[in-house]
């Protein structure tokens, strides 16, 4: 089984500050990661996903995250942030697997808040 | 890009009312769609997997007699909340994978969601 934390439930910030949003995982089997980020009453959008190779992965709206196996964690960053990246972020996790559908299991989520 | 229709957006309805809410994938074809509730400030819960022309796949402690879900065609698949209570007001989402598309990597497209809530 899997599951992921997300320590911060709320990140508040500055806009044009840097920010780091934490997920860690835990799984007995090989994983893919995923951020995704769902603003206010709407679906969930991919930023970015890791599946293999260069642990730093950079996605969509200027975000990026790093994998590290060895501390199980997959942070998100952006190193300036605008007023409409105020939203919930969350972390995702799936076995690694060629066929057939997995499970994404999510984490709590973390509210980024970004004041200008 | 692959989108994912969901209907209605907000729904308000009496206690004891079944509602029904639509999941349209509008450019590809699903045989697998997925259905989650999300609590406020909580993360999503996967209710059950459903599967175009065959049974859903519920998870463990979703009713299936509460929670019905109809996965008819490649591009529609509808959740019936039976007998609605208070209790089953939350935000709905549901999401899609491209048949064409294999392997865990492969990501999911979500709709908008439904905030549903029972009077």
């Known amino acids: 089984a899997q599951s992921v934390t997300q320590l911060d439930s709320q990140v508040p910030v500055f806009e044009e500050a840097p920010v780091e949003l934490r997920c860690n995982y835990s799984s007995s089997v090989s994983v893919y990661l995923f951020w995704y980020v769902q603003y206010p009453n709407q679906g969930l959008q991919l930023l970015l996903k890791y599946l293999s190779g260069s642990t730093l992965v950079k996605g969509i709206n200027g975000f990026e995250a790093e994998f590290n196996k060895s501390q199980t964690s997959f942070h998100l960053r952006k190193p300036s942030v605008h007023i409409s990246d105020t939203a919930e972020y969350f972390c995702?996790?799936?076995?690694?697997?060629?066929?057939?559908?997995?499970?994404?299991?999510f984490g709590t989520g973390t509210r980024l808040l970004v004041s200008p | 890009g692959a989108v994912v229709s969901q209907h209605p957006s907000r729904v308000i309805c009496k206690s004891g009312t079944s509602v029904k809410i639509e999941c349209r994938s509008l450019d590809f074809q699903a045989t697998t769609m997925f259905w989650y509730r999300q609590f406020p400030k909580k993360s999503l819960m996967l209710m059950a997997t459903?599967?175009?022309?065959?049974?859903?796949?519920?998870e463990q402690g979703v009713e299936k007699d509460k929670f019905l879900i109809n996965h008819a065609s490649l591009t529609l698949s509808t959740l019936t909340v039976t007998s609605a209570h208070p209790e089953d007001s939350s935000f709905y989402i549901c999401?899609?994978?491209?048949?064409?598309?294999?392997?865990?990597?492969?990501?999911?497209?979500f709709g908008d969601g439904t905030r549903l809530s029972i009077l």
């Open positions: 995702a996790v799936t076995p690694r697997g060629n066929t057939g559908f997995q499970k994404l299991v």
């Open positions: 999401s899609a994978r491209d048949f064409r598309t294999q392997g865990a990597h492969q990501p999911q497209h």
């Open positions: 459903s599967n175009e022309g065959s049974k859903a796949t519920y």
